[in-house]
């Protein structure tokens, strides 16, 4: 059975679940034009991301998947917290502003507890990736059980050995290249492999289908990480313009009017690729002090943009994108998707 067999999909493409900017509107265009839509749920409650998949299902009969992230929660280091607070004080003083004392963890793991999964088993999406690791064993069992297929992002081989020896069907394969949050396991250690070259790793020593993710924004570029073995392409930063998605104003011009990008953590204390703004030019220097953790730095990082975007800077925003960003086109959903078919087509 092929990957769009499985799936019950007919283009080979995946909107990338991009959480915080992903909608129950942008998911059905994308999957009522033959595509795989997505939810990126990580950053949502239970009962909201329940919401946002029953939302999804009135608006479209097709498949679609949802996202979760399964990073190892950590219990805040205070001393690192309150160094991190202390580095970024004058940036809340230039907006009148000044820093919480301490820092939330704002976003919850998969691996917590089973609230997200006992979501899943209720609503039944036809699909479900994970970010940052792999699902404990009884959560994907259950997942199988309830015919839900199970899809992980990997940035690396091992990354991806692991993936497919705990049973996950579909590996998302994540280079260097893609907007948003990298999906490594384990923070100290990020082996920056392009996409092109881990699809090609991946096709070589892995069996379950493989998904090309990062920096492809054109039909083009999506017919070549096919032709070099992969199952489907995932695209998310080609989508964050279109009407139907979250994304604000400053985001959206800023795509178009400065699309550089850079990896950097101190936006939430992950490495995460977004287009170059405060945080690579002001924050990022040499002097720079370790990072509070994921997502407790997050926390402190969407205040100071808070505090600043009240008096009109949006340069501390979380404006992820991917390399290739120059190349987006501002079209809609449904007419993106069939632009990039008609692309990938193009003998």
Not at 133 to 160: D, F, R, W
Not at 293 to 308: R, S, T
Request: proline share 5%; charged share 15%; glycine share 8%.
């Amino acid at each position: 059975m092929t990957l769009l067999e499985q799936l019950e999909i007919k283009h080979a493409i995946f909107l990338a679940p991009m959480a915080g900017v992903s909608t129950p509107e942008l998911a059905a265009e994308v999957s009522n034009q033959g595509a795989l839509g997505s939810l990126g749920l990580g950053a949502s409650t239970a009962e909201a991301a329940r919401q946002q998949i029953l939302a999804t299902q009135a608006l479209t009969d097709q498949p679609f998947q949802v996202n979760f992230f399964c990073h190892q929660s950590a219990a805040l280091d205070s001393q690192t917290a309150q160094q991190w607070i202390q580095h970024l004080q004058p940036q809340f003083a230039k907006y009148g502003a000044t820093p919480p004392e301490q820092l939330r963890c704002i976003y919850p793991s998969f691996l917590d507890n089973d609230d997200f999964l006992n979501v899943l088993l209720e609503t039944r999406p036809k699909a479900v990736s994970f970010h940052f690791g792999i699902p404990h064993a009884h959560q994907i069992q259950a997942l199988k059980n309830a015919g839900i297929i199970t899809l992980v992002s990997a940035t690396h081989l091992t990354e991806a050995q692991a993936i497919e020896a705990a049973g996950i069907d579909i590996i998302i394969a994540q280079g260097i290249e893609a907007g948003g949050h990298r999906g490594i396991f384990n923070q100290s250690f990020d082996s920056c492999i392009k996409t092109a070259d881990l699809v090609q790793l991946l096709k070589k020593h892995c069996s379950a289908p493989v998904v090309a993710a990062g920096g492809i924004m054109i039909g083009q570029q999506a017919k070549a990480m096919l032709q070099l073995g992969a199952d489907a392409v995932q695209l998310g930063t080609a989508f964050v313009q279109c009407k139907t998605s979250n994304a604000n104003d400053a985001y959206r011009k800023a795509l178009f009017n400065q699309p550089l990008t850079q990896v950097t953590a101190s936006i939430s204390g992950r490495p995460a690729r977004g287009l170059i703004n405060h945080w690579h030019t002001q924050v990022d220097a040499p002097d720079r002090p370790p990072v509070a953790a994921y997502p407790y730095a997050y926390d402190l990082g969407k205040q100071l943009h808070a505090a600043a975007s009240q008096q009109g800077d949006h340069g501390f925003g979380a404006f992820w994108a991917g390399s290739n960003a120059a190349q987006i086109r501002e079209l809609e959903a449904a007419d993106l998707v069939n632009q990039l078919v008609l692309e990938m087509n193009i003998a």
